[in-house]
């Protein structure tokens, strides 16, 4: 009686952990797809096995794609090296029949260039000796040098504080009938006066990052694109990184505006951004394409002070001064910006040694070395219009509810 007792316990026992099991694994791998179960907690991969659970971060991502944020959008967070939460949500629009997006997307990266290429690219540039960072832009670029703009340094370009407006004043359309386009574009800035005093304030100007662009291609002999290619995506293996990709890439780009004031089309595959468009696609401030997994790449690299797998890429002391804080007069580093006090788009737990930078299509990435982690957040958000505002206010949400998700 007792022998058939024990047995009776040891089938309850094992039913109970074979079930424990199976409901674990579930748990498991839908927390590795990011799709938690609706009736679990999760409390079992948290506490248990000592996972993360970033069911907060998708629900963030879920309800603003529900709200009309943004139709589509990539996640990827790494930690210590390791991809630790890495998905796509929505669709190419808001249209399910465009297709699910999936984390190898490639993004309009906008404004991301001014630091994945262009910054990058200044980094390599200053470590060769091919120029000073107190260098004046005239040096390299002698018909910029003209209306007060004779002492504007290329620091100052990377500061944003060289006295330059945002963007050019002419509007697309009125360059239509112009046969050299980009020269056009380029003979606007030269000629262009400052509209404050270079050094007395910040603001941030696609005009800065248009002429590093050009500084790096005068001292390398490389057209920015293809410099970008030989020596930071190309080495690094990310292959799906690129200025004007080809159109048999265009199912894997996710759409951005329909420009009915321009163009009048659908944007895919093409660049957003009406100046970089001009300057036939390649230019230091938007332009590129990538993808999250391409991203992390290069954000690895740097916060591993410059080399990754072995190879050294920008040295240690390269990559700490251009990801600081500069000056008492704004948040930017060079080329990149820093966690401000307050309405970061980095939210407000990441350290306040982040160091980061938004794209206006959507697309951001914030690096908090303290925690040796960043994130990727890559939209559309200017999907079908620029007009929709509302990644303001996600994208900080989206990186708190990481830092708690990691530590709580």
């Known amino acids: 009686m007792k022998k058939n007792f024990s047995y009776l316990l040891f089938a309850i026992l094992f039913l109970l952990l074979t079930q424990s099991g199976i409901r674990a694994e579930i748990v498991f791998k839908s927390y590795l797809s990011g799709n938690q179960p609706s009736n679990q907690t999760n409390k079992y991969s948290v506490k248990e096995k000592g996972k993360n659970t970033f069911e907060k971060v998708d629900s963030i991502i879920n309800a603003a794609i529900a709200d009309s944020a943004f139709p589509s959008a990539v996640l990827l967070v790494q930690k210590g090296g390791k991809i630790i939460h890495e998905k796509s949500y929505g669709y190419y629009t808001y249209d399910p029949s465009s297709g699910k997006i999936s984390v190898n997307t490639m993004y309009d990266m906008a404004s991301l260039t001014k630091v994945i290429a262009t910054t990058t690219a200044t980094m390599i540039c200053y470590d060769r000796g091919l120029f000073k960072l107190d260098d004046k832009v005239a040096k390299y670029l002698p018909g910029f040098g003209v209306n007060g703009k004779e002492n504007v340094t290329i620091r100052n370009l990377l500061v944003h504080d060289s006295g330059l407006r945002p963007d050019i004043t002419r ?175 980095a939210g407000h737990l990441f350290s306040d040694l982040s160091y980061g930078h938004t794209g206006f299509t959507g697309t951001s990435v914030w690096t908090d070395p303290t925690r040796n982690l960043f994130v990727v957040f890559l939209t559309n958000r200017v999907y079908p219009t620029r007009q929709d505002l509302k990644i303001m206010k996600v994208r900080p949400l989206v990186h708190d509810a990481v830092i708690e998700a990691l530590e709580k």
């Not at 990184?241 to 089309?265: C, G, K, Q």
């Not at 957003?272 to 230019?283: N, P």
């Open 171 to 345: 509007k697309p359309a009125s360059f239509d009938t112009v046969k050299n386009k980009a020269q056009a574009v380029m003979d606007e800035i030269y000629g262009d006066s400052l509209v404050y005093p270079t050094g007395t304030k910040m603001v941030y100007s696609d005009l800065n990052f248009i002429l590093m662009g050009k500084i790096i291609e005068k001292v390398t002999g490389l057209p920015l694109d293809k410099f970008c290619m030989k020596n930071i995506f190309k080495p690094l293996g990310m292959n799906s990184t690129m200025f004007n990709p080809p159109a048999s890439l265009v199912n894997r780009i996710a759409p951005t505006e329909y420009d009915n004031y321009w163009r009048h089309r659908q944007i895919r595959g093409t660049v957003h951004d009406e100046t970089s468009q001009l300057l036939g696609g390649v230019a230091g401030h938007a332009g590129l394409f990538s993808t999250a997994g391409d991203l992390a790449k290069l954000l690895q690299m740097l916060l591993q002070k410059g080399k990754y797998h072995g190879k050294r890429y920008i040295k240690t002391s390269t990559v700490e001064m251009f990801v600081n804080k500069q000056s008492d007069l704004s948040s930017r580093a060079l080329g990149w910006d820093t966690k401000s006090p307050e309405h970061s788009s």
